[in-house]
């Protein structure tokens, strides 16, 4: 059964700082998902990793994916307060969307 | 404007009283799916279709049906809904899943099981 687990859940930093999320998941995998998630609202994309090595960025954002060690990494540089949110990984089982998810890193980003 | 739009926002209703959530989008998708969302969990999938006519579970679909019918609208229906069903629900469609094109969601439908 396939689990992916986040962490931090929960992360307090500084505006201006750098910090990564980790995702690991335990199993065989080539399909992951970030989204972003803000307080009482829908989910965003962000990122869609489709194969070992890849490496997306947007913004202070940028998400990795090592298939082989099971991990993604979702890194912020320089954060700024507009970052503060709930970011959720989400792998895909059998690349058709059959989605398991982590449950998300409450992000809050002290001005 | 391309959205995935849920209907209603908000529900309360008692214990066995059979009630639909509607999902439609308006962008063509092949692939939408139904998710609930609880404190600490995450999302889980109930269920999700690859095209009309096509559904499959998800991992929590124990007491919900759907139907794809067409395919812009894709109901979540609970026959007869329990307090444990309480939960914020999202739709959401993707172009092609196979392809791992973006997933789209809709804004949520908070439902309160008495």
């Known amino acids: 059964e396939l689990k992916v687990e986040q962490n931090p859940l929960f992360l307090s930093m500084q505006e201006g700082k750098n910090y990564t999320i980790y995702c690991n998941y335990s199993?065989?995998?080539?399909?992951l998902y970030w989204y972003r998630q803000d307080p009482g609202k829908s989910l965003e994309s962000l990122f869609v990793l489709l194969s070992n090595g890849a490496v997306k960025q947007e913004g202070r954002l940028m998400a990795s994916l090592d298939t082989k060690a099971r991990l993604s990494t979702l890194h912020i540089t320089a954060a700024v307060h507009d970052l503060s949110a709930t970011y959720f990984c989400?792998?895909?089982?059998?690349?058709?969307?059959?989605?398991?998810w982590g449950a998300g890193t409450k992000l809050i980003i002290k001005p | 404007e391309a959205q995935v739009t849920q209907n209603p926002r908000y529900l309360i209703t008692v214990t066995g009283k059979k009630l639909t959530v509607t999902c439609s989008q308006n962008?063509?998708?092949?692939?939408m799916s139904w998710y609930r969302q609880d404190p600490g969990l995450g999302l889980r999938q109930i269920y999700y279709?690859?095209?009309?006519?096509?559904?499959d579970k998800g991992d929590v679909p124990e007491g919900y049906k759907v139907s794809r019918k067409e395919k812009r609208n894709f109901p979540l229906i609970l026959e007869s809904p329990s307090p444990n069903q309480t939960s914020l629900y999202f739709c959401?469609?993707?172009?092609?899943?196979?392809?791992?094109?973006?997933?789209?969601f809709g804004a949520g439908t908070r439902l309160s099981v008495l």
């Open positions: 959401a469609s993707s172009l092609n899943a196979a392809f791992g094109d973006i997933q789209y």
């Open positions: 962008m063509n998708h092949e692939y």
């Open positions: 989400a792998v895909d089982q059998d690349s058709n969307y059959q989605l398991i």
């Open positions: 199993t065989t995998s080539d399909r």
């Open positions: 279709s690859m095209n009309v006519e096509v559904t």
